[in-house]
């Protein structure tokens, strides 16, 4: 007898079959993942000094301006990423 999440799961692989992906794939999918984490981590390293700089500067409006482009950097990076790892797997673009 099946449990209730062994019933689900092969409803959902009946609505949405997994994607074999290739070792070539696999390994383009990590190299994307790995170029933007990197790319995240400078902009904090770049951004952050500036926060810095600009509260030891009494200059808090500034911070604010900067944590949000901060902000912002990180999710279009992140969207990018996942627009790239869609391509590579032959998905339709991401909502």
Partial sequence: MKSAYELAMERL?????SAIL?????AEIAEIDSTYKAKIAEQELFLKDRVAEA??????????QIEQRLTHEIRRFNEECEARKAKVRGD???A
């Fill in 92 to 94: 339709a673009a991401p």
């Fill in 13 to 17: 692989e009946k609505q949405a079959p």
């Fill in 55 to 64: 509260t030891a500067a009494g200059k808090y409006q500034e911070v604010a």
């Fill in 22 to 26: 290739t070792e070539a794939q696999k």
